[in-house]
């Protein structure tokens, strides 16, 4: 009798709240190796009705200004979520990567973080610091086999347009005002999307249990000099002056708790699981702006209804003062 051939089989659980969107999957969606099932991670009946050998937790409240208006949900997913997806682990025997970010950090006034800083969160958003400790936790006491990755800020095709890049490329495109907070001179530290999918593959592979490895692509920069970077290359792509797209940069009231800067060292993945990130940040940077100008569809789907109000709501009184 011959064995049967192993087939890695992926669940996409997911509870579609605002920022879910089938659309990002479906070039995959009729693959017989994935599976999309809509549900939520704090529902522990559901986690304990499938089969699975490896969790990835990509689930999560994420964006800061959305923590400061209620922090409620973040609670919620982001912890009671993680301790529902440790149980299951830890019930199973499974693997689980814990995927979480720079911000547990805090600000970093100087140097570079490294899996060893201190936890010094400054956002609601930043209750990713509790599950990481939650995690920490079962790692010790219950030996669940989890790793923790903290990577820097994201960018990439069919990022949601509340995070900076998308929405100056969907300002820019619209000829809406840009809003910077304070001065502009807030750092990030910025790395393409796909580059962090597969430093999270590493993990999932050859990450070592109970270790965190932080995944960052050495590029940080102020925000102005970013907009300014993105704005450059919108007025390239589009034919339009560069002049008119930075006049619609505006200085705003700057956002409560904004921490100065995030800078990350991945020496650690690098050095440990041969991890690199492959792509340069101008050419991450212009195929991002490709993409939004290519999917208009995709994303006037999403900047109306719930998306307008949380507009309104976070920039009208900024920009009308
Ligand atoms: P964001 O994309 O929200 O990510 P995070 O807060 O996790 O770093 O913001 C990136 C930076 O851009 C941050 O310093 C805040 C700033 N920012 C603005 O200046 N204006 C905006 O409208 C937004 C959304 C962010």
Wanted: net charge negative; proline share 4%.
């Amino acid at each position: 009798m011959c064995c049967p051939r192993i087939r890695t089989t992926a669940f996409n659980l997911d509870r579609l709240t605002y920022a879910g969107n089938l659309e990002n999957l479906k070039d995959i969606e009729s693959s017989d190796r994935y599976e999309f099932i809509k549900g939520d991670i704090c529902d522990r009946k559901l986690l304990e009705s499938l089969e699975f050998d490896a969790i990835l937790n990509f689930a999560a409240e994420s964006h800061v200004d959305r923590s400061i208006l209620d922090a409620a949900p973040f609670l919620k997913t982001n912890i009671a979520g993680t301790h529902n997806l440790l149980e299951t682990a830890r019930q199973r025997g499974c693997t689980l990567v814990h995927v979480s970010t720079d911000e547990v950090y805090g600000s970093a006034e100087t140097g570079l973080f490294n899996e060893g800083s201190p936890l010094l969160p400054n956002s609601p958003y930043a209750s990713k610091a509790s599950s990481d400790l939650l995690v920490r936790a079962y790692v010790e006491t219950h030996g669940v086999r989890a790793v923790i990755t903290r990577c820097s800020n994201n960018y990439g095709p069919y990022q949601f347009p509340e995070k900076l890049i998308p929405l100056v490329i969907l300002n820019a495109i619209s000829g809406k005002p840009i809003p910077v907070y304070g001065d502009g001179m807030n750092v990030r530290d910025w790395i393409y999307v796909e580059d962090h999918c597969r430093a999270v593959d590493a993990v999932l592979h050859r990450g070592r249990p109970g270790e965190i490895y932080n995944v960052g692509a050495r590029n940080e920069m102020p925000n102005i000099e970013l907009i300014r970077l993105l704005l450059g290359k919108i007025a390239e792509q589009l034919g339009m002056s560069e002049d008119r797209l930075t006049g619609l940069i505006t200085f705003v009231k700057d956002r409560q708790g904004h921490d100065r800067r995030y800078a990350i060292d991945p020496a650690k993945i690098e050095g440990e699981l041969g991890w690199r990130p492959e792509t340069a940040f101008e050419d991450g940077i212009t195929r991002t702006i490709r993409w939004y100008i290519d999917n208009r569809k995709w994303w006037e789907g999403i900047i109306s209804g719930e998306y307008m109000k949380y507009y309104d709501v976070q920039y009208g009184e900024r920009l009308r003062g």
